[in-house]
């Protein structure tokens, strides 16, 4: 497993773990906004790790 896929799994976990928060924790949007935001930082980073591999490798 390289860095790119376990940013990408955690960005996952981190989105799916909505599901299990209670409603009292959703109604803090700030809270919605950091989670979703993280989420999108962390797959483009890994998105971005992984294609300048494959660009340094060929």
Do not use: F
Not at 31 to 51: D, F, N, P, Q
């Amino acid at each position: 497993m390289d860095l790119g896929q376990v940013a990408l799994g955690l960005a996952l976990l981190a989105v799916s773990s909505l599901t299990l928060a209670g409603p009292a924790l959703l109604e803090s949007y700030g809270l919605i906004y950091v989670v979703i935001g993280s989420a999108l930082v962390l797959g483009t980073g890994a998105w971005l790790i992984s294609v300048a591999r494959e660009a340094q490798s060929q």
